[in-house]
């Protein structure tokens, strides 16, 4: 992620929620680099979350559809499981900035959502088509199990994801009654390169 970057250089986390990723990004960057960091999310709770645990990074309150940065300014460019619009995100990268995607999988916390849903949706196959005015770099696929132990593990994970709210109350209910839960971790991290203008 670091590799290459000048020593000027700026990065965006697009949907930073509390800010994990931007933290390490910082610590990783160390005092030798002086990388510009900037984390957005939508939600005012989760940004002031972030700038208590962390005043390296600047943080604001924004969406996606509407970044409040300037055009052509930034040379990283984070959407780790957040709203992508692709749109925006050339609009804000420099010519040959590079976006990195990380999005759920297929099979991605699977046996939580069958237990929260009556049916799931069938899987998406194939490679997402490459967004307009991006080369693609390529795509990696992580996947692996964890085990949740406790009703509080898992309704903490329950709350990090999309899932508590489109879940009705019986598959709430469900998911708030298990004590432990194995799960796959499925996710697609693809890497893109702004093209020039």
């Not at 510009?36 to 309150?61: E, H, M, T, Y």
């Not at 099979?107 to 997402?128: D, V």
């Not at 990090?160 to 697609?188: E, F, K, N």
Request: net charge positive; aromatic share 6%.
């Amino acid at each position: 992620m670091l590799a290459g970057l000048p020593a000027d250089a700026s990065c965006l986390d697009a949907g930073c929620g509390e800010g994990y990723y931007l933290r390490r990004l910082a610590t990783a960057a160390g005092a030798g680099q002086g990388l510009a960091l900037l984390g957005l999310d939508i939600s005012k709770w989760a940004v002031v979350a972030a700038a208590k645990q962390d005043g390296r990074p600047n943080w604001v309150v924004g969406s996606n559809a509407n970044l409040p940065v300037l055009s052509a300014t930034v040379d990283r460019l984070l959407c780790l499981f957040g709203f992508p619009v692709h749109g925006e995100f050339a609009r804000v990268l420099k010519a040959g900035g590079k976006l990195v995607q990380v999005d759920a999988g297929p099979s991605h916390l699977r046996e939580l959502r069958e237990i929260i849903y009556p049916a799931l949706k069938p899987a998406r196959t194939g490679e997402p088509p490459t967004p307009p005015g991006f080369t693609h770099l390529g795509t990696e696929t992580l996947g692996y199990s964890i085990a949740l132990a406790g009703a509080g593990q898992i309704a903490d994970l329950l709350t990090m994801t999309p899932h508590l709210y489109r879940a009705r109350a019986g598959g709430r209910a469900r998911a708030a009654a298990l004590t432990a839960l194995t799960l796959t971790v499925d996710v697609r991290l693809a890497r893109f390169a702004r093209d020039a203008a």
